[in-house]
């Protein structure tokens, strides 16, 4: 059943969001690190470090932020020669590497599909490293992973984590909440025609780039062998900010609350995405990635084309 706890997000005279705590208040947890000394090689302890899916969204940020830090980041994808559903390229990849960080997303996500992918590039991957010697593996999940059952996708992402839990490979499992870059993604699965209906609950989204500088922190640290979270520093009702992405890049679809509307197959509530206490916070505001943001750089060119018209 939906629960509406708290403030609601409304939008003040300057359009912007307002988030559902005090304005400058940020979530309770602890302030993340990973932009400094933390990630740095010193002395001998350059690592090399192999990142799966490094040509993507979060792993070509992880491979730049490891590589100027120092280490020896290598990107493995289909790009670069390595498939982790059949093994091809992987024992190459790995020979050496001390941590592999696994930031892969399934390419299709019906049931069957997702669980096979996070299973067997699991298994290969996992089996890899202890033929390689591999002291740390570090995997990107999402919060509120064990709490939605009812989608295949999330049902997957658990196994993948179960499967992480129960390999001798120590561990480091970094759950993050939802990236400001993946809302348009949000939106596409909820569309029917031109009305995108979403549930108005409660999320604590980040920057991929947040979501980088952690997962560079963990790889250059020690493994915890259990999970940590990771959010942004603010909270909002996720249908009013799907809206001011739309409406930022353009988008003329209508962003409707339902509160009985899916999210990728699972019902959700006022906690089904929100981290624990003690998460890992990120620095970056909404308002300050969509400040940086392509919408916003269309935006300014836009205008700049009218002005000088």
Known sequence: MYERAGAHVSRVKTGHLTPDHAPGDRRPGHHLGGRGNDVIAKGGSAMKVVVIGGTGLIGSKLVEKLRKAGHDALAASPDTGVDILTGEGLDEALDGAEVVVDVANAPAWDDAAVMDFFLTSSRNILTAETAAGTSHHVALSVVGTDRLPESGYFRAKLAQEEAIKAAAVPYTIVRATQFFEFLGRIADSNTNG???????????????????????????????????????PETFRLDELTRRVLSASGDARKVTADGSARYFGAELDDRSLIPGEDARIAPTRFEDWLDKSAFAHEAQRGQTGKGSA
């Not at 920057?207 to 963990?218: H, N, P, Q, T, Y």
């Open 194 to 232: 031109e009305t995108v209906r979403i549930p108005p609950v409660l999320v604590q989204p980040e920057a991929a780039e947040d979501v980088a500088a952690a997962l560079a922190v963990a790889a250059a640290g020690a493994p915890v062998n259990g999970t940590v979270e990771l959010a942004g």
